[in-house]
């Protein structure tokens, strides 16, 4: 499996920013799919996933309210709607599939990952 992210920009504060997942192989619909995203001079940390079959999503407490994850199993593509951006969400944001262990929002929990975004919100 590819995943190939895309969306990413400059947004001033307050602004709002869709990235996009595209994925490739026919097993996408199986995967829980997930967003994680790295400062500068930071870990990268988990945003949200959406589960595979019921789609629920989870959330970093500092985005609820403010992203929502969701998921196009028909087009292999899983999205992550960004709204009243704020210059702490400036990072790079990765895409990732497949949960392999843990509870999913851990670095090592995942097999598939995507190159990274740039997301960078002004003040």
């Known amino acids: 499996v590819q995943l190939q992210a895309s969306g990413g920009g400059l947004v001033q504060a307050g602004g709002s920013l869709r990235l996009t997942c595209a994925a490739s192989?026919?097993?996408?619909?199986?995967?829980?799919v997930a967003w994680f995203r790295q400062a500068p001079g930071k870990e990268r940390e988990f945003v949200a996933r959406v589960t595979r079959g019921t789609g629920t999503p989870y959330y970093k407490d500092s985005v609820k309210g403010r992203f929502t994850i969701s998921r196009d199993n028909a087009k292999n593509t899983g999205y992550l709607q960004m709204d009243s951006l704020i210059p702490e969400d400036t990072a790079v944001y990765y895409c990732?599939?497949?949960?392999?262990?843990?509870?999913?929002?851990?670095?090592?929990?995942?097999?598939?990952w995507g190159q990274g975004t740039l997301v960078t919100v002004s003040s």
């Open positions: 990732a599939a497949q949960l392999v262990g843990g509870d999913g929002s851990g670095n090592r929990d995942y097999g598939y």
């Open positions: 192989g026919r097993a996408f619909r199986t995967y829980t």
